[in-house]
């Protein structure tokens, strides 16, 4: 998965709004865009946290994949995924509320009335695990450096950035290009402090195989790269009685295990070896967890509820090969796809199919374009195709059978349109060449999925083929952009901005390591994209949002696949947590260890009951 900007410029409920002319800056401990933050200066902890929670025990975590770095930060390598939990943040956002984040490492954010800086005042107590302080220049060192080295998106977050001065050791401005950018300080916000000193005699540029130095709740204690890797807790973390630590990062240590093959990854959660699992295959939700284990009620399984955007996942198509160029063939390999017999014969039903790449949320498009939304449109209306004004965007629906045979209609006049024509039961176009094309998988399960697309491409003479590869080469592969067609998840938030340069402009198309897997380049994307960025107000970023939402879709990019309004997880019974409801749908990093419960399930599994 991608990293996903979202967020905000500071406020609280007595500042004046943005648009004031006032020149006092403002000072809060928060940022948000949602309205004022929920909690206020000095709050004791998050509510789904428990101040009490008793630390201790070792939980055990699955990934599938490998890892030979330990720098997230940079193309080169194969990072471990955990490695981010080593690193504090200027700020930290709260699992309840849309778009909001608590001042971390700085105790003060100060936004300039005319939105053209924001100030980040440090804690002083702020320091590395090594006991250096940490100051103003770690974070100007740490911008600049992920600027000049770091992956792409970072110098796409943050382009409207022009200057960054360090004031004292404990403040740091960072000044913008114009005063639109309303959600660029909470992104610099979230930048992952990292320790000058340290980085002083080392390469950035090269994937780090040493443990680096970090700030944050845990340390890496132990690792072996592409099998396992060990955080141990920080007990003297500086920031512990912060209330946007307390009660958080319970366990001594989280044991990661790494598995090449995600069936090997369920036998070894169904033998005890893994305590937590996130489950994303609906077939084996619905079958797979039928062991003695569950029915003694040594595992639970649970559906947490979340009320999140869930963006776009699909096929997608890399624009950058002459096979995907033509708008009619992308839209004709769209309606191929049969997500009705997916649904009912793969998934069990439990799937809503993706209509937009802003999915469960206010910003989708729907319908006809009206209102701010249609103005916006009717700027590029001669460089959008007209149908986007008249029609509402639909994907077929067939009635699950399998005989699909509308839709194949429909894809096979699309194609005959951009001049492919049947020969010898084959598409091929002027020159005779077929219609053919690779999809490149990094997990097997998923061909369960592609192969049945494959079958139904093959009835309109469409070569297809899947090939799954191991997950580093699929990185190394997606990074060069080395692919046809890939499955992608474009995540979104309630706030969508600056990463949204990222996902689908022309400057992203071409950058090594970016997000930009559709390779898209269109000019009205790109104005759009700033439109967004900038919009004044929450009126205008959801009439932008959704003009460029229906853009996307109309470019036909994306095969389009299925969304969940919940979070599918299976785990030990071993933990206890805060049992409320919570935007996010649950915060792993809130639970803790009941010893009691431990106790039963250690005992069980030394029986060898699973």
């Not at 409207?160 to 639109?180: L, M, W, Y």
Request: contains cysteine.
């Amino acid at each position: 998965m991608r990293l996903i900007a979202a967020a905000a410029l500071a406020i609280s409920a007595s500042l004046l709004p943005m648009a004031s002319h006032a020149q006092a800056p403002t000072r809060s401990h928060a940022l948000s865009l949602m309205g004022p933050p929920a909690l206020p200066p000095g709050f004791a902890h998050f509510p789904y946290a428990n101040p009490n929670a008793p630390k201790g025990g070792e939980v055990t975590l699955g990934a599938v994949g490998t890892f030979d770095s330990f720098s997230p930060h940079i193309v080169r390598g194969t990072p471990a995924g955990a490695t981010s939990a080593i690193y504090d943040t200027l700020t930290k956002p709260s699992a309840d509320e849309a778009q909001t984040s608590y001042g971390h490492i700085a105790h003060t954010i100060e936004t300039a009335a005319d939105g053209h800086s924001v100030t980040f005042e440090l804690r002083p107590e702020a320091r590395f695990h090594d006991g250096t302080p940490m100051t103003a220049e770690d974070v100007a060192w740490t911008f600049q450096t992920l600027m000049a080295h770091g992956r792409p998106h970072y110098r796409q977050y943050w382009a409207d950035v022009a200057e960054v001065k360090v004031e004292s050791p404990q403040r740091i401005t960072f000044r913008f290009k114009h005063g639109d950018n309303r959600e660029l300080p909470s992104i610099l916000g979230q930048l992952e402090v990292l320790p000058k000193h340290w980085w002083a005699s080392r390469d950035f540029t090269k994937p780090l195989t040493e443990p680096p130095l970090g700030s944050g709740p845990w340390r890496i204690e132990r690792f072996e790269f592409g099998r396992t890797l060990v955080l141990a807790r920080v007990a003297d973390y500086w920031a512990k009685d912060l209330g946007t630590a307390r009660g958080l990062n319970n366990f001594d240590r989280r044991r990661v295990e790494y598995f090449r093959d995600p069936t090997v990854a369920m036998e070894a959660f169904k033998a005890g070896q893994v305590d937590f699992r996130q489950e994303n295959i609906a077939l084996v939700w619905a079958t797979g967890y039928d062991f003695p284990a569950v029915r003694r009620g040594l595992v639970k399984k649970e559906e947490f509820r979340h009320r999140l955007p869930t963006g776009m996942q699909g096929f997608v198509m890399n624009t950058r090969r002459e096979v995907f160029k033509d708008v009619r063939v992308r839209q004709a390999l769209a309606w191929v796809f049969d997500f009705e017999w997916a649904n009912a014969n793969l998934f069990h039903g439990a799937y809503t199919r993706t209509r937009s790449y802003f999915s469960n949320s206010s910003l989708a498009s729907t319908g006809l374009p009206q209102g701010a939304e249609l103005a916006l449109l009717e700027q590029h209306r001669a460089k959008l195709p007209g149908a986007l004004f008249t029609e509402e965007f639909r994907l077929p629906v067939t009635d699950g059978s399998g005989n699909n045979r509308d839709a194949l209609r429909t894809s096979l006049d699309l194609l005959r349109q951009a001049g492919w024509t049947i020969k010898d039961r084959k598409l091929v176009n002027a020159a005779g060449q077929p219609l053919r094309f690779e999809i490149l998988l990094a997990n097997p399960s998923f061909e369960r999925v592609a192969l049945p697309y494959v079958q139904w491409l093959a009835r309109l003479g469409v070569e297809a083929r899947v090939r799954t590869v191991d997950p580093a080469q699929f990185q190394r592969l997606t990074d060069t952009y080395d692919y046809d067609m890939i499955v992608e998840v474009f995540g979104q938030s309630e706030s969508p901005g600056n990463e949204q340069r990222g996902f689908w402009t022309c400057d992203a198309a071409n950058h090594e390591g970016g997000s930009n897997g559709a390779g898209i380049c269109d000019p009205v994307v790109d104005s759009l994209v700033e439109t967004v960025i900038n919009a004044p107000d929450r009126p205008g970023l959801e009439a932008a949002t959704r003009a460029l939402d229906r853009v996307l879709l109309w470019g036909w990019y994306v095969v389009p696949h299925w969304h969940l309004g919940s979070w599918r997880v299976a785990y030990w019974d071993r933990f206890n947590r805060v049992d409320i409801p919570i935007r996010s749908g649950f915060s792993f990093d809130a639970w803790w260890i009941d010893p009691a419960r431990a106790d039963a399930t250690d005992a069980a599994r030394r029986a060898g009951v699973n």
